[in-house]
């Protein structure tokens, strides 16, 4: 059992920022791999950051250079530094992970709830 907890989301001007934050919790070994993925009204859910456990990250094209995903192993945290918010980016933001489980060592995956960014004009 993974649980995944996601916060931050909100409603903020274009050009403005915000910080998201997952919080896994479970009987976790070890983590793959956290990122954030969003889905816009009519659209299909994209991966928008990751990072492994290298630690290596990927971005999404469209926010290269605006977003900054980072985490805290000891929290078992993965933050989502959003900045120079675009009307584009609004979506719904659902945390992901791939864990490996104490005990059994089997690889889950694991979906966050989602927290709702609405960037205005």
């Known amino acids: 059992q993974v649980r995944l907890v996601e916060s931050g989301g909100g409603l903020v001007q274009a050009g403005g920022s915000l910080r998201l934050s997952c919080v896994a919790s479970?009987?976790?070994?070890?983590?793959?791999?956290m990122g954030w993925y969003r889905q816009a009204p009519g659209k299909q859910r994209e991966l928008v950051a990751r990072?492994?456990?290298?630690?290596?990250?990927n971005y999404a094209d469209s926010v290269k250079g605006r977003f900054t995903i980072s985490r805290d192993n000891a929290k078992n945290t993965v933050y989502l530094q959003m900045n120079s918010l675009k009307p584009d980016d609004t979506a719904v933001y659902y945390c992901?992970?791939?864990?490996?489980?104490?005990?059994?060592?089997?690889?889950?995956?694991?979906w966050g709830q989602g927290t709702l960014v609405t960037v205005s004009v």
């Open positions: 479970g009987s976790i070994s070890s983590f793959e791999a």
């Open positions: 992901n992970a791939l864990v490996v489980m104490r005990a059994s060592f089997t690889r889950v995956e694991s």
């Open positions: 990072i492994t456990s290298g630690p290596t990250t």
